[in-house]
C-alpha cells in the first residue's frame, strides 16, 4: 500500500468529526482515538468481505463501545460496504440514516450486533467466539475458521457483564476473540483515575488470557499485536494506549473530547494540525482506493473459502446451507409433539423443571446446532440431561457451564445468535433473570431467537424464601417489546410453547416453568391451542358463562378445581388457559372478545396484577400476589397467600353477583 | 476459654445439620464448611453485643453466600440474640420462623442484610463499609469505627456485581471491609474447575486488595488473617481453603453436600465421626457457655463506647441520635418547597436532568448525611453540583464516583442505607437501570429508604437511539412490590415527588426525569398535590367531562395541550397528572373514583401500555410506544411515534364519540 497508512487513520477520524460537527452531537473521543487502532485491524487483519457482508465465515468485528459509532460507520463507508454510501454518513443520527445514534444490528451492513449499554458488546463477541468453535467443531476447520474481535473503553470494563466474561472466555480458553482496549484514561466524569485503579492486565492475566500493551496509535505496533493474537491459544487482551479525541488539538486527551460538542473551530484547527485540507465528507481518491483495496484484502480466503464449500459432500454441504439461512432441520418437532400427545394420553403430572428439561432434551436431539447451558443449575433445571459439557478441550460439546454468570450467559446467548448457525438456549431459576434482563432487551431489540428458559416461577418454590420467589417478573418481562413470554399450564402446553418458541425466529422467547408439579389440564393433544396465546379450556356447562376465570402457568389447574366447586354449586364458569399473552394480543379481536367472554373475569396468577386489568378489567378480580413471598412449605404458602380454589371460587361467586 | 473452639465450631455444624435434616432441606454444605472460619471470627474479632442488637458502632456481618442461612442463625442463637432461641431453630424454614431459607434483613434479629441472590452480599458489606468511612469522617472515629466483614462463596464472585464492587472497594481503599471467601471448591454442578479457573488471589490483588491465604478449617490460622487484616489499610480478601459439608463423612468434599437432603444416617455418622453425642438442638453446657462468653466479648468496648457518647457535646449528641434513629434533620423540607413555590411562580421550564440536579442539591445542603453517586454521568445527571468526591484520601466527600458500574451502585446503596446513618441516592439514566434491577428488588424487599434516581426517560432524549430510550422500565419498576415509582411532570411535581421519596423511610424510590425540557404544568404550590399520587390537574372547562386524559411526566404537558385543541373545539376534556400510581393506588376509593371520572379515558405516557389498563380500561385509548425507539431529532421522533398532541385529541374525540 502506497499511501501513508496514518492518512489512512485521518479519514476515519475526518468523517467522525465531520458527521458529529454536522448534527451537532456524537462522540467524536472514540472514533477519534481508536482510528489506528481500527486501521489496523480492518486494513491487515479483519477476514471479510463487504461484497458479501454475510460470508458465513468472515471475522466478526463488534464495536462494543458504541457511543464512538462513527468509528465502525466510517470503517464500513471507507472498505466499501454498499449499505453504507457517503449519504449515511451525512445522514449520522437522523431518523432514517442507517447510521443512528448507537449501531443497531444489520449485519448486512455490516453491523454485528446492537450496542451501546456497555460491556454487552464484548460478551456478544464472546458468544461469538463460542458459535465459531462450536461450529467449526460440527463443519470443520475448512469451513469454519474466524476470528471475534472487539474494541471496547473503560466503561465496558467496569462493567460486571464484562467482568463476568473475562473469567468465563479465559477458563474457556476462547483463542479467537481478541478484544483491543481503547485504553484512553478519560471517562465522561473525567480521568480514569476518579473510579478505576485496578491493573487491568494483571486482571485478565489472571483470568489466562494473552495481555499484549501496545502504543494504540502505532499502526505498525498493533498490528503486531494482532499478529500474536493470532497465534495463542488463549484469548487476547490488548491493551491499546490512546489519547482521546486524538487529532482535535483544542480537546484531545480531555473529558471535553469524550461528547463535547464539536464546532467548526474544533474541526479546523484539527484539519491544520493533521495536514488535512479536504472539505467535510470528502475522502481524496488515493485514500478511497487504498480502504476499498483494504476492503478487498480477504477476497482470495473468500474464493478458497467458496471452493471448499463447493466441494463439501451433499450432506454437509446441506448442512452448511441450512445453518446459514437459520433454517431448522426438518421434523424438528415432532419428538415435541409426539410428547405433547404422550402426556395428553397419560395426563402426565410432574414437575415443571423436569417436564422442560425433558423438552429441551428432545429439541436438542433434533436440533444438532442447539447449544444449552446454564448458570450452575444443571441440576435443578434439567437441562444438561444428555448433553455434555462445551469445554476448552471439546468443542462438540452442547452444554454450556457458564458458572454462576447469568449476565454473561445472557449476552453471550445473544452473541451466539447473532454468529448465526447456532439455536442457543439458557435456563437458570426465574427471579435470577433480573441479573440477565438487560441482553433479553438486546435480544428483543436485535429479532434475534434466543431461548431464554426459567424454572422455579413462583412462591410453589416453597421454602427457600423470597428472595427466591418471583412475583413482578411475569409482568416485567412482558412489558418488553418483541418478547414472547411463555408460562404453559402442563406439559402439554409446555411441549407445544417450547415448538412455538423455537418456531419462532424473529425475536427471542421466556419460557417460563414451575420448581412443583403442574398438574395435567389438557387430554387432548394436536393443533397446537398455545398458538393463539389464549383459549378456552373448559367451557361452562349447564348454562352461559356466570364468570370466566382467566390464569397461566400451575394456576390453571386451581381455576379447574375453583371451575369444579362452583359447577357443583351450579355456578356454570369457564377456564381460559393464557399461555402467551403476546400471542393473544395478536389475534382477532372477535377470537379475544369471544375467550374473554362477557362474563365477569377473574385473573388468577401466583404474581402481581401488573398487567392483568387489560383481560379483566379494573373492576375485575384478581387472585395473586401483591407483595413479596415468604419462606415457608409450598402448600402453607398457597394458603398464606390466598391463592386457592376456595379464593377463586368466592371471587368467582362475588363478580358473578355484580356490584353491591 | 477452656472449650477446645473446634468444638465451638461442631455446634454451628450440628445445629445446622439438625436444622436441614428435620425440614428435609437446605444447605448444610457452606455452615458446616464455613463452621471454623466463622467461629474463628465471631468469638475472637467481630464486634457486636447480642443484648443491643441495633449497637450503632457494632461490626456489621453479612453472609453473602445466603443459601447458608444457618450458619448465621446457628451464630446468632450461639452467641445469645433473644429472638433466635433455640424453638427459632428448630422451626428452620418454616412459615413465620425467624430462620427463613435465605436470611432476611432482621438487624433486630442480628441479620444485617437480606441475602441469597448471590453477589448482593458483598456489595452491600461494601456500601456498610461506605457508610462507616462517611459517618467516621461526620462523628469521629470514637464514636464511629467499626468495620464490614462478609462471608462469600464461589458463586458470588462469578456474579459480576462482585466484579465490579471488588474493583470499587480497592479502588477507595475501603480498609474496614473483609471478605472471608469459603474456597470449598465446589459448585452446585460439581467441581468448581467446570466453570471457573481463574486466579482470583490475583484477581484480588490486581484491584489492590490484600490477599491472604489460609486453611479456613484452622481457627488460629483465620484468626491470624483477620488480624492481618485489622491491621492493612486496604480492603482484606481472606481466602479459607474448605472442604464443603465437612463433618459428614458419607458426603463431604463432594457436590451432594451443597444442598443434598440430609438423612438420619448422614448425621448419625457425623456424630459419630466429630464425637458429638448429644442429641438433636442440644447444645452441651460448657460449649454453649462458650458461646454466650463470646457474644459478650465485646462488652468492655460496648460500654466505653457508650461513655464516649454520653461525653459528646449537645450538639454532636443530637447529630448521632438523629442519624442512628433515622431521623431526618429538622426543616429539611423547606428548601425543596421553596423550590417548588418559586417554579410555580416563574413557570420554571427546564430540562428534567437539570432540575432532580437542582433539588438533589438542596436536599443535601439540608440533609448532611445524604451521600448521593453516579456511574460516570456526573455531567449529564447532575447529581454532584457543588459536593465533592468521596474517595480514598477524603471520606468527608458526598458525591460517589461509582465508576460505570450501576449494579454496584445500587447495590452498595442497599448496604449504605441497611448500614443507617446515611441518606443514599444515586442516579444514572433510566435506559441503565436494568442494570441495576437486582437491586431495586433488594431495597424493596428489605424496606429500605434509597432514592435511586433517573434521567432521560424516554424517546425524548433523540437521537442516541433505541438502546438509550427507556420504554418498558416504567411498567417493569411498577411491578416491584414496595416500590414507590415517580415520574412528576414538571419542577412543581418534581420538588413535590422528591419530598414524598426522601420522606418515605419504609421502601425504595424511583424518581424518573426527562432529558428534555419538562414544561411547567404547575402554576400552585403548596400542600403536596403528588402526594395523593394523582390528581386532577386541570378540570374539563364549559361542560361535564367528555373525556379524561391521564398521563405523567413530560406527557402531562402534551395532555394539556391536547385539552386546549379540544376545547377550542367545544369538547370539554380533564387532565389527570398521576406523578406516581402506587400512592395513587393507596387513596380511597371514593378519591380515586372522582379524579379517574366517569368520562372515557386516554392514557398518555412514551412507554408500553401494560399497567395502564388498570386505569383507562381495556377499551381506553392509549398513546404512548409499542416497541423500540429510533434514532432521530426529537421533535421528529414525537411525530414518527404519534405521540403529539393532536394525536391525543383525536383519540379523546373518539373515545368521547363512543364505539362505533
Known sequence: MSVDPRRLAHAIRFLAMDACERVGEGHPGTPLGAAETATALFTRH???????PLWFDRDRFVLSAGHGSMLLYALLHLTGYAGMPIEAIRSFRELGSPCEGHPEY?????????TGPLGQGVANAAGMAVAEAFLAAQLGPGIVDHRSYAILGDGCLQEGVAQEVTSLAGHLRLGKLCWLWDDNRMTDDGAIGIAQSEDLPARFRAAHWQVLEVDGHDIDAVDAALRLARRDPRPSFIACRTIIGRGLPDIEGTRAA??????????DAARRALDWPHPAFEIPAEIAAAWREAGRRSLPQYEAWQGRVAALPKEKRRLLDRLREGRLPEGWQDGLRAYAGRAA?????????????ELVDLAAAAIPEM????????????????????????RAGRYLHYGVREHAMGSMLNGIAAHGGVVPSGVTYLVFSDYERPAFRMAAMMGLPVLFAFTHDSIGIGRNGPTHQPVEYLASLRAIPNLLVFRPAD????????????????GPSCLIFARQPQEAVRREAGGNRSARGAYVLAEAEGGPRAATLLATGTEVALALRARALLAAEGLPVAVVSMPCWELFEQQ??????AVLGDAPRIGVEAAVRLGWDRWIGPEGAFIGMSGFGASGAEDDLWRHFGITAEAVAAAARDQAAGPA
Open 46 to 52: 479483519l477476514k471479510f468481505n463487504p461484497a458479501d
Open 258 to 267: 469524550h461528547s463535547g460538542k464539536l464546532t467548526r473551530a474544533l474541526t
Open 106 to 114: 444489520c449485519p448486512a451492513h455490516g453491523i454485528e450486533a446492537t
Open 588 to 593: 382477532p379481536r372477535d377470537y379475544r372478545a
Open 345 to 357: 394420553a397419560e395426563g402426565l403430572t410432574q414437575h415443571g423443571w423436569k417436564t422442560c428439561g
Open 371 to 394: 447449544l444449552a447451558g446454564a448458570p450452575d443449575l444443571e441440576a435443578a433445571t434439567q437441562h444438561k440431561r444428555r448433553l455434555h459439557a462445551f469445554t476448552a478441550e471439546d
Open 491 to 506: 406439559a402439554v402446553e409446555a411441549a407445544e410453547c417450547w415448538e412455538l418458541a423455537i418456531g419462532h425466529r424473529s
